[in-house]
């Protein structure tokens, strides 16, 4: 069984061990495709995104087509095929979101951070992602920095959120 | 199974407990328009073109994943169902080039019928376009995802009918593409090229690799002699483009049409399925007397190789068990060998001046030609293939009335075979024709079946079975006296997977195993005209057996011609000569 120490000490792994945990984490799910997008979020949570090689390795391991690992992944915006950068901004566009003003962070945000949604910047400190309700409704239109939440964002307080960052 | 009573449309049926609402409506000739449903292979309500109203129900149901229920109350054809189906149909327009004109499936088309079915006059929505990617890479395959209506026939088909899973669905939304992952080509996929999702397509998304322009310039170019041979189950399906019922045999209308097309001679596969019986026949024998009187037991059991996506999908899935395929080149392969050897030296033309085109039932067999083994003496064995479609584009754009055309017999000496080569095209027909011979060749006795037929292989039963009981051989084979041959037949590569890890595992109790890579066999591969379902693959099925019975000549080694080809140029079955032109050697390739 992979433990938390496991996972909380990935970012110091070589690449062989990060596969080697990944390997456990498929073991403990038993290898099942019905346990496929557990498997895919522990492998985001090891490698920090999901390469074609990370798929191709769970495809091998769990013996079923690269073509349907790739189909699940790329369904959910969570799951990225592309390294992520230092910070993920999230952005929910969930109904109550998106009617106080959501859709107006997200632009600015574009702005501020000159890449698109799905997108690292150049220098990799910050991934823009949107999510679809994060459960957070009351905080409208709220916005996650890894995995901190904040709540009521307006473009008008982008500059102060992320400077506090850099 | 008890009955359900309900009423569609103020009519009071019966149906199977089970049963969905469209296939009841069906049952009582009520046809719900449809889209992607596909009788046995697609239900899954992804183009909800088939909803209906049901009383006591909030939103309209989709019918083809609805099963009927005790009281049911369903109306097909009220104006809410009518004015939705027209909606969703322009909404999967809006996403659609609508270039018909240009579109190689104008007027053989489902959205189109569709369209005319439910009456649409115009369209109000012009949506986001999806991906315009046109995916060449392959050499059977071609996919034009801009044209693509997102209806998962070719997804169900690879994934759950195939076993292969290389079509998938990728992104959401308009972002949606089908196809292998988004870093891969199907040309550099696990794809098997067997073409069933070309077969499925109700669109014009999925195409074979086109060949006749290739085709055209040989037959219009003065110095190429050009050669064309035709597999069995094409003439089994080649009138269903020109408006004959499924099943009906045009063997002699194909032979003309492809004289009138210029082609300088009409040579038959056939000749070398008879030519496949007598090599691969040997060879099981061979692996045969080696397990039983030595102390080396050969690879068992052994498995046909005619089918060349079956052949792709074995490499990539069960690499380490190459050694059970027969080493046997397909039929066709086979042909185009002896064709640039034994014939060219027969009409002395050297064989970089001869052109062979293989008209095949199957998309597969246009990869397989440009598999690097595929050639002889520095010559490549075919240059082209053509599916029957192909073919029969061919003849229409040559102005040729093939309705009107007489008969005309294939050209000699490699036109000539005999029933058992007929059967190739169907499944359990490579078996059938190698027991008839093998059995002979065992007992010195022929086999003792009624009209020769092995009927426990006979059908479209996903895996079939036969115990053969060897008694009395000739003294060669005594020690096969009492022992029971075990032979299995599939279809499909998902039966084969089947097949194969029993294999695998050690527990497989069977000598030799037929597989053919679509399901029914040739008649319904991937080149064949379409629509296809069980009752046309009956049709066609059954027209292979007419044909069959209809000749004098049922068995492969009573062949005379074949028989000749030994005796003044390849010496004997597995000879010297045999290995290097007749056979062939597999590559071990990546699962993913």
Same mark, same amino acid.
């Given at each position: ?166 | ?43 899954? /309500? ?168 290739? *085709? ?19 003439? *089994?399906? #080649? ?41 691969? /026949? ?52 086979? #042909? ?56 029969? &584009? ?41 027991? &008839? ?83 029914? /066999? ?71």
């Amino acid at each position: 069984m992979i433990t938390h120490e496991e996972i909380c000490s990935v970012h110091s792994m070589t690449e062989a061990e990060k596969y080697r945990v990944l390997e456990q984490v498929m073991d403990d799910y038993d290898r099942k495709e019905n346990n496929l997008i557990q498997i895919l979020h522990m492998a985001q949570a090891i490698f920090g995104y999901l390469p074609a090689e990370v798929q191709s390795f769970i495809a091998e391991k769990m013996d079923i087509p690269n073509s349907k690992v790739n189909s699940v992944l790329t369904f959910y915006s969570f799951f990225s095929t592309k390294p992520k950068g230092k910070y993920t901004v999230g952005i929910c566009l969930g109904t109550a979101c998106y009617v106080r003003g959501g859709k107006d962070v997200v632009n600015k945000l574009k702005e501020v951070l000159g890449c698109d949604v799905g997108e690292t910047t150049d220098d990799k400190i910050f991934s823009l992602q949107v999510m679809r309700c994060i459960g957070a409704c009351g905080l409208a239109p709220a916005m996650t920095i890894n995995d901190k939440v904040y709540k009521q964002v307006n473009p008008n307080k982008l500059h102060r959120i992320l400077g506090m960052l850099k | 199974m008890s009955l359900v009573t309900l009423s569609i449309n103020d009519k009071t049926i019966q149906a199977e407990e089970g049963t969905t609402i469209f296939e009841a409506a069906k049952q009582n000739n009520i046809l719900i328009p449809h889209f992607c449903y596909l009788e046995n292979v697609h239900q899954m /309500g992804s183009c909800r073109i088939c909803v209906v109203e049901v009383d006591g129900a909030r939103n309209l149901m989709a019918s083809c994943v609805t099963e009927v229920r005790e009281g049911m109350v369903v109306h097909t054809n009220t104006s809410k169902v009518r004015k939705v189906r027209k909606v969703l149909y322009e909404l999967i327009l809006s996403d659609h080039p609508k270039n018909c004109l240009g579109c190689h499936r104008n007027q053989n088309c489902e959205l189109q019928d569709l369209g005319e079915q439910i009456q649409i006059d115009g369209f109000r929505f012009e949506g986001v376009k999806s991906k315009d990617i046109v995916d060449s890479t392959s050499a059977s395959i071609v996919r034009d995802s801009s044209k693509c209506i997102l209806c998962r026939r070719c997804v169900t088909v690879c994934n759950e009918i195939q076993g292969v899973g290389v079509m998938n669905a990728h992104h959401r939304g308009f972002a949606t593409f089908i196809g292998p992952s988004e870093d891969e080509s199907l040309g550099h996929s696990i794809c098997t090229n067997c073409g069933q999702c070309i077969v499925v397509c109700p669109v014009g998304a999925l195409k074979e690799k086109d060949s006749t322009q290739l *085709v055209w310039d040989a037959l219009l170019d003065k110095s190429k002699t050009v050669i064309v041979q035709t597999a069995p189950a094409v003439r *089994v399906a #080649l009138g269903e483009k020109f408006g004959f019922e499924p099943g009906t045999l045009v063997t002699g209308k194909m032979a003309t049409s492809l004289r009138e097309l210029g082609f300088n001679y009409v040579f038959d596969t056939n000749f070398a399925a008879d030519l496949t019986i007598l090599e691969e /026949g040997s060879e099981f024998l061979k692996r045969v007397t080696e397990t039983f009187t030595t102390a080396e037991p050969a690879v068992l059991p052994m498995i046909t190789s005619c089918s060349p996506g079956w052949i792709k999908y074995v490499e990539h899935q069960y690499p380490n068990h190459l050694g059970h395929l027969s080493s046997c080149k397909s039929p066709h392969m086979m #042909l185009g060998a002896l064709i640039k050897t034994y014939f060219a030296e027969k009409i002395n033309i050297d064989p970089k001046d001869i052109f062979v085109v293989s008209v095949m039932p199957c998309t597969a067999k246009k990869f397989e030609i440009t598999r690097p083994e595929m050639e002889s003496n520095g010559v490549r064995d075919v240059d082209a293939v053509l599916t029957t479609r192909e073919l029969a &584009r061919m003849i229409k754009d040559a102005g040729i009335d093939f309705a009107q055309l007489p008969d005309s017999e294939f050209d000699s000496p490699l036109g000539l075979s005999s029933g058992a080569a007929d059967i190739f095209g169907t499944t359990g027909g490579v078996m059938e024709a190698a027991i &008839r011979t093998v059995y002979e060749l065992v007992t010195g006795r022929e086999l003792p079946m009624e009209a020769l037929h092995v009927q426990p292989l006979v059908g479209l039963k996903q895996v079939k079975t036969a115990d053969l009981k060897i008694e009395n051989p000739v003294e060669a084979y005594s020690f096969l006296d009492g022992v029971t041959v075990k032979v299995a037949v599939t279809s499909g590569l998902k039966g084969a997977s089947k097949l194969m890890e029993e294999i695998r595992l050690g527990t497989s109790p069977y000598h030799f195993i037929e597989v053919m890579g679509c399901p029914g /066999g040739c008649i319904s591969g991937g080149g064949q005209p379409r629509p296809v379902d069980d009752s046309v693959r009956m049709k066609r099925m059954q027209a292979i057996y007419r044909e069959d019975e209809g000749k004098q000549l049922r068995k492969s080694h009573q062949n005379k011609d074949v028989m000749a080809l030994y005796k003044d140029f390849l010496g004997h079955p597995l000879g010297h000569l045999s290995h290097e032109l007749l056979h062939t050697t597999y590559v071990k390739r990546d699962k993913n």
